[in-house]
């Protein structure tokens, strides 16, 4: 059934050294194989761009093995099941994975893999968004590990991101005060106007110093909760405000994920305030993906929660795609479009 | 009573820059006051010389405020009441409070200050040791905090020194494996001889690099549990070892004290393993102090806790017993003899 179709995919071929150049990949075709037994075939609609997956192209001991040289570039993907040789998925089905950037996968479905029900949102890319990875991670991050209160003082980096912005908007809803850093003017602008932040913080052009000043101003009684996407001068300014028993989430670091890192040097702050630092992946609660995307759709669908995709065109697009999530140049979940 | 006697007081004369230097200190001589109400008097016999000093000299936001120049250097001390205006504590009583380096300390006692039995004790300065601070830093923050277990691996960086010595023996006494590092190769044999540490890991002449590969062969399943008391490149090569949701007690950074920190690059590893690093300071428990004293007297009477001290003679030799804090040439808690 599948053998006479061809697969576009795209490919590692060396591993960046700092930030990916174009020349780390490149685009192959190859006929689609029949699935073997356990298999089954998805016809990829969308990709997920993130900023993850520079970590998965470094032969570094991480959560996940590293992307082989020569192998697709791994990516969260939706899709339509086109062959199954398993039982509990059919032909037809929406799919939703952690699988390739490639037009055909073809794999063994594992514990990331799942049906999903496109009618229950508003769009399917919304499975790569706010009810996807990104918008579970904000939103287990939120409700299930820092718990903000009314009272509180929440403080998010990357806050104009897709994480970034869906964590402020549930932290509001749970009542806390919410502050987030971001690049730009037009960014700070939309945290405020859009996602309702309670202050905006814009990062460039402030060293280390004058971004502790900034934070200082816009969080007058001090950082309970942290959620951090970006560390760098930035979580070492926030730290200098941090309250006592103060609680940071550890969810990205994307400012060192193409360079040395520059090292957290205020971790004396986290000591004498007896905080907390605790990394975080969203695959720790796997088996409660269901529940938190329908708890999502629900509040998108009361307007409750707004989110934001940048959908780029084709698989011969993934390079500069993926380059705009460092560059910040991406205005919302970044999703690369199939077909 | 007390208004013809001399008090001798080490005092604050500026700032350091890095690593303190002699004339950063002056040696004072005033007359004892009397005390006014709601104070007593001590006779401070032995003051305990903590790494955690050297941060109260900094005018940074920290736990307590910074040691004004001008005033006698804090430091915790055993004596005996002289005169009291507060019924609880009577002349003669021994004591143990968060006082100065001086030989009598006028003070309204706040929570830290309690009375002392010396004789449930080896000798009155175990009250500055294992009965001390020192000792319930490490009883609360193993016992308590860490609750290492049978199979679990627990590193611990400054294993020789008083706190690192005594996690050690405790973590041993719960059934975890214990591994530490320390500075050269005679404190290494100390603690695999006299404190029943499992493996050794000697930091002097490694770089990040090579210590990493040490400490991975004495940690072959990985490590569970760290107790960090030092920072700086041995906390990064230790974070390259950790395992899934292992938890960090951050107790001390001494290596970042006297020098612009390092930073610390590998706090990636803490989120792709989902693990803690926690703050701790030793007052969180003040109020089970009592508690805790009289457990490790017991552990130590039946011969399951061994631990050393270093006394130094007389208030004028402060500076340089508190520089061998920093160069690592003292064997056991250092403490200074007032009386």
């Known amino acids: 059934m599948t053998s006479n179709m061809m697969n576009r995919s795209f490919v590692l071929v060396s591993r960046p050294?700092?930030?990916?150049?174009?020349?780390?990949?490149?685009?192959?075709?190859?006929?689609?194989?029949?699935?073997?037994?356990?298999?089954?075939?998805?016809?990829?609609?969308?990709?997920?761009?993130?900023?993850?997956?520079?970590?998965?192209?470094?032969d570094a001991p991480s959560y996940l093995p590293p992307v082989a040289l020569g192998d697709p570039v791994r990516a969260s993907t939706i899709g339509v099941v086109e062959a199954s040789n398993v039982d509990r998925f059919k032909p037809g089905d929406w799919v939703m994975g952690l699988n390739r950037i490639e037009h055909y996968s073809v794999v063994a479905p594992d514990d990331f893999m799942h049906p999903i029900d496109i009618s229950l949102a508003p769009s399917p890319t919304a499975y790569l968004s706010a009810m996807g990875a990104v918008g579970l991670t904000a939103w287990f991050g939120v409700n299930d590990v820092m718990k903000p209160e009314p009272g509180q003082t929440l403080l998010v980096s990357g806050a104009a991101g897709a994480v970034g912005s869906m964590v402020g908007q549930l932290a509001k809803l749970r009542g806390a005060r919410v502050v987030g850093i971001a690049g730009g003017t037009e960014k700070c602008a939309r945290l405020i106007d859009r996602y309702g932040f309670d202050a905006a913080i814009d990062y460039r052009g402030k060293d280390a110093d004058a971004l502790s000043g900034a934070i200082g101003e816009a969080c007058p009684d001090g950082i309970d909760l942290v959620y951090e996407n970006v560390g760098g001068i930035g979580l070492d300014a926030t730290l200098m405000h941090i309250n006592p028993y103060a609680r940071i989430i550890l969810c990205g670091l994307i400012s060192e994920y193409n360079s040395a890192p520059y090292g957290t040097r205020n971790l004396w702050r986290v000591l004498v305030n007896t905080a907390t630092i605790r990394g975080y992946l969203v695959s720790e609660f796997v088996d409660r993906f269901p529940e938190g995307s329908r708890a999502i759709a629900q509040l998108v669908s009361e307007g409750k929660l707004v989110f934001d995709e940048h959908i780029e065109e084709g698989i011969d697009s993934t390079y500069r795609a993926f380059m705009r999530l460092f560059e910040g140049s991406n205005q919302g979940k970044m999703i690369l479009k199939l077909i």
């Open 17 to 58: 050294k700092g930030m990916p150049v174009e020349s780390d990949f490149r685009l192959e075709d190859t006929p689609v194989p029949n699935p073997g037994p356990g298999e089954i075939v998805i016809r990829n609609h969308y990709a997920s761009l993130d900023p993850a997956i520079r970590g998965w192209l470094d």
